[in-house]
């Protein structure tokens, strides 16, 4: 039924068109004046109201021919219900455009007091006298809007299309740039959209978003033209927790630095230390935070100046200290393995050479081949915190999504499975070794030096990295806190256990246990 009401008003337009061309003078058929535009609109309209998704849809696409087509001498507005539209023939060279519409109506180069929406057209598009412009708002029914998948709310269920008879226009280097008024909201943000016709979903693609928190109004930036939306998405992180995280990860990072440069100073002053070939496994980790650090710390700044050579400087750098960190966390999983489960026999020629190779030796293959194979695309350089926010935060680092997910997630993700592992290796070791009864030691001695020890172990394998796994849902803020209060103090817990390790080194009539000595010897 929903399909026959759709047909028979979509060719009740067409029949529309059909006389008037009928009743064109000879010569040429004539267009369709403002009345059967009016009409066209009226029977739309019910599609909106009965007709399903995929028809209002097909309806939007048929209702922007028929605007196209219609006869105008002069710019005219015609509202019908939840419709507005306004066709607009150029004069002359066109040197731009400005559109604002209302609720019943829209306007060219003139705004007035309850204008809420306004377009800027670029002179890019060069319109002659025969290329019409039409611009046409309209209102989703909520049970269409509803049925669009979309990750957010269409703010006010509306949409705006602009187009341009007889041109297809799509990569614009001038944007096209549609303002709206926006009513504040702490827990949403704006994200501007455009209605893909053929998959029938809302895209990002070629939209920009520029807003800011406390804005009254977004921009949405747009290089292609078609029908336009803002999509309301929850803020997964609020303005108040972006600068509380900011501000933790500034502190942890800049105490971790203090820590871990006087661990490497106290590693050089210490002969017995120095020929421990275990510290120097640690050492290597703790001199990757250090440059991990130290690109970090003042990548802000870096990222607001306009320096693209100095910015790609800092991002590479950065991925390189990011990979060489995950892969020493790697090494000390491997170097666990063979002091735990391979604990006897065991000689490699070079071993720490080989280790370095590992540790160092990867993170240059990746980087290398990234700048090597995505050379043309610029692939470090500013990016914005917020993709679908260009004016948020900026940094410097990896262009391309896919990159960024590949070289670091990725292969993050294969080192926490391996160093998961390797940490239940050693939580089964010292469960092992607690049936082994010590003299002189009391229960809460010995489980007060084991817990100590796994949580260097854990430290040194990475594990709290891998909260960024479980930040999801209601989980995201604690996670997120978790995630940086722990990681960025990592450097100054590797400290603490140099510390320890360093005590014991001092005092050799410490009893230890054996996981401990494997550790830490």
């Not at 540790?359 to 915190?385: C, F, M, Q, R, T």
């Not at 891998?466 to 103090?489: K, Q, R, W």
Request: include cysteine; charge should be positive.
């Amino acid at each position: 039924m929903e399909r026959w009401l759709f047909y028979w008003l979509v060719l009740s337009c067409v029949s529309l068109d059909m006389t008037c061309k009928n009743n064109g003078t000879q010569g040429g058929p004539c267009k369709p004046g403002i009345s059967e535009t009016r009409s066209c609109m009226e029977h739309l309209e019910l599609i909106f109201r009965h007709g399903n998704l995929s028809n209002a849809i097909e309806a939007i696409e048929t209702l922007e021919q028929f605007l196209e087509e219609t006869e105008v001498n002069e710019t005219t507005s015609v509202s019908v219900n939840r419709f507005v539209a306004l066709m607009h023939e150029p004069k002359g060279p066109f040197t731009g455009l400005d559109i604002y519409a209302s609720e019943n109506e829209a306007r060219v180069n003139l705004t007035y007091h309850n204008c809420k929406v306004r377009v800027r057209l670029p002179r890019e598009l060069d319109a002659g006298s025969n290329n019409t412009i039409v611009f046409c708002m309209f209102t989703w029914p909520e049970e269409s809007a509803k049925k669009l998948p979309a990750r957010g709310e269409l703010y006010e269920s509306r949409l705006f299309g602009v187009s341009v008879r007889g041109k297809t226009v799509s990569g614009l280097q001038e944007r096209v740039n549609i303002s709206m008024n926006l009513a504040a909201n702490e827990t949403r943000e704006p994200s501007c959209v455009f209605l893909n016709f053929t998959t029938k979903k809302y895209s990002r693609v070629g939209c920009q978003t520029l807003w800011e928190r406390g804005q009254s109004n977004v921009t949405c930036s747009c290089d292609h033209l078609t029908y336009f939306g803002v999509l309301m998405v929850s803020s997964v992180v609020p303005q108040k927790d972006q600068v509380i995280l900011s501000y933790i990860s500034e502190v942890g990072c800049g105490l971790s630095l203090f820590a871990l440069v006087i661990t490497v100073v106290l590693f050089i002053t210490n002969r017995k230390i120095r020929a421990d070939v275990s510290m120097k496994v640690h050492i290597n980790l703790a001199i990757a935070l250090i440059l991990l650090n130290l690109h970090f710390l003042p990548m802000k700044a870096v990222a607001a100046q306009s320096s693209t050579g100095l910015c790609f400087y800092m991002a590479l750098g950065l991925h390189y200290s990011l990979l060489a960190t995950f892969s020493w966390m790697a090494v000390e999983g491997f170097h666990l393995y063979l002091l735990l489960v391979r604990v006897f026999n065991i000689y490699v020629r070079r071993y720490l050479l080989k280790l370095s190779t590992v540790g160092w030796g990867i993170p240059a293959v990746i980087v290398s081949l990234v700048v090597i194979i995505d050379k043309d695309n610029d692939p470090y350089g500013h990016v914005s915190l917020d993709s679908s926010n260009p004016n948020s935060t900026k940094i410097c680092y990896i262009r391309d999504t896919t990159v960024k997910m590949v070289t670091t997630v990725g292969v993050f993700g294969l080192v926490f499975l391996f160093n998961i592992t390797m940490l239940g290796v050693a939580i089964r070791r010292v469960v092992g070794l607690r049936q082994t009864k010590e003299f002189g030691q009391s229960e809460r001695n010995r489980a007060k030096r084991d817990i100590c020890t796994l949580l260097g172990v854990t430290t040194l394998l990475g594990i709290t990295w891998g909260l960024v796994f479980f930040s999801f849902g209601h989980l995201t803020i604690p996670g997120l806190y978790l995630f940086c209060i722990l990681n960025t103090l990592q450097g100054f817990f590797i400290f603490l256990w140099f510390l320890m390790c360093l005590r014991k080194t001092r005092n050799p009539d410490v009893k230890i246990s054996n996981v401990t000595q494997s550790t830490n010897s």
